[in-house]
T-cell receptor
């Protein structure tokens, strides 16, 4: 069964901390995505990547960065966590023509910044 | 630019009744359309998609959706709702003419099926 695995289900961090959210997929997918999900706002795209060492800004990249050193792993980094980054973070992956097949999502990381 | 709208934040339906979750879209070409479901504290799961062909698309768990080009809609339907269908539903769209751009998701509709 194909999988996208997010390393933590729940995470509590302090304001100002540097936070790493990890995502690993075992499907050899080229495309990977990070979304945040907030009530009433739906899914908003933070960053995405179509290949190793490539990254593209999504709709709300401010305060975030990403790293993709290996094909299977896409990390989201909160450089200095703030309370307004408290949210559910979802990672997804797809093959290069992935939008014919849709995305496979991880289970999400619920991050609380205190 | 591509966009998708889910006009209802919440849909309530009695168990056994038919359900409809609405979705409208805006793209410049012929759309690729998707429905996903999210159960509490989980990621999104793929339900069904429309790429081309028959306007009525059948998917997982007895769900179906009808593509209507003239109304730019892709409503999700099920003939008989179950309590276990209670979840958050997302519609997503992509314009294949826009290159390899990510899917655009709606804001979601919470479906509540009452026993």
């Amino acid at each position: 069964d194909v999988k996208v695995t997010q390393s933590s289900r729940y995470l509590v961090k302090r304001t100002g901390e540097k936070v790493f959210l990890e995502c690993v997929q075992d499907m050899d997918h080229e495309n990977m995505f990070w979304y945040r999900q907030d009530p009433g706002l739906g899914l908003r795209l933070i960053y995405f990547s179509y290949d190793v060492k490539m990254k593209e800004k999504g709709d709300i990249p401010e305060g975030y960065s990403v790293s993709r050193e290996k094909k299977e792993r896409f990390s989201l980094i909160l450089e200095s966590a703030s309370t307004n980054q408290t949210s559910m973070y979802l990672c997804a992956s797809s093959p290069p023509t992935g939008t014919l097949y849709g995305y496979t999502f991880g289970s999400g990381t619920r991050l609380t910044v205190v | 630019a591509q966009s998708v709208a889910q006009p209802e934040d919440q849909v309530n339906v009695a168990e056994g009744n038919p359900l409809t979750v609405k979705c409208t879209y805006s793209v410049s070409g012929n759309p690729y359309l998707f429905w996903y479901v999210q159960y509490p504290n989980r990621g999104l799961q793929f339900l069904l998609k429309y790429i081309t062909g028959d306007n009525l698309v059948k998917g997982s768990y007895g769900f179906e959706a009808e593509f209507n080009k003239s109304q730019t809609s892709f409503h999700l339907k099920k003939p008989s709702a179950l309590v276990s269908d209670s979840a958050l539903y997302f519609c997503a769209v992509r314009d294949p003419l826009s290159g390899n751009t990510p899917l655009v998701f709606g804001k979601g509709t919470r479906l509540s099926v009452i026993a």
